[in-house]
Nanobody, 133 residues
Framework: QVHLEESGGGSVQAGGSRRLSCAVS????????MAWFREAPGKERDGVAA?????????DDSVKGRFTISKDNTKNTQTVYLQMNDLKPEDTGTYYC?????????????????????????WGQGTQVTVSS
C-alpha cells in the first residue's frame, strides 16, 4: 500500500517562501509521476506542479517562475518537494501530494506529467498553507 505524507505547511506573509515535502513509502518500484495539488476554500482541487521519473516537470501558469518541484530517491523512500517563493494570498489553500505508479496514466502525449486530478491514484492527507497580505 502506497502511503504519502506531506509536511512543511504553515503561515507566511506575502512575498515569503515555504518548502513542502512529501514522503512516499510502500511502493515496490519507482513512482512514475508525483504532483502537488492545491485546494482553496470553496474551489476545486487544481494541479500546481508535477514531475515524472525522467525529471520532466509541468507547472500551472499561476505558479510558473515562483514554484519549483523536485524529487529525491533514496533506497527505500521517495520524496518530492515543492519550493514556493514569492507567495501570494491567492496561493492559500490545502496542498495535497499525489502519486501514480503507471506512467501511461499520468503522462501526457507531450511526455510531461499530468496536472489532472483523475490521473493520480494515491493521495496524502494535505497540508495547509496560508499566505497573508
Amino acid at each position: 500500500q502506497v502511503h504519502l505524507e506531506e509536511s512543511g505547511g504553515g503561515s507566511v506573509q506575502a512575498g515569503g517562501s515555504r518548502r513542502l515535502s512529501c514522503a512516499v513509502s510502500g511502493s515496490s518500484h519507482e513512482i512514475a509521476c508525483m504532483a502537488w495539488f492545491r485546494e482553496a476554500p470553496g474551489k476545486e482541487r487544481d494541479g500546481v506542479a508535477a514531475i515524472n521519473t525522467n525529471g520532466r516537470t509541468n507547472y500551472d501558469d499561476s505558479v510558473k517562475g515562483r514554484f519549483t518541484i523536485s524529487k529525491d530517491n533514496t533506497k527505500n523512500t521517495q520524496t518530492v518537494y515543492l519550493q514556493m517563493n514569492d507567495l501570494k494570498p491567492e496561493d492559500t489553500g490545502t496542498y495535497y501530494c499525489a502519486a501514480d505508479e503507471t506512467g501511461t496514466g499520468c503522462t501526457l502525449i507531450s511526455g510531461s506529467p499530468s496536472l489532472v486530478y483523475r490521473d493520480y491514484k494515491y493521495w496524502g492527507q494535505g497540508t495547509q498553507v496560508t499566505v497573508s497580505s
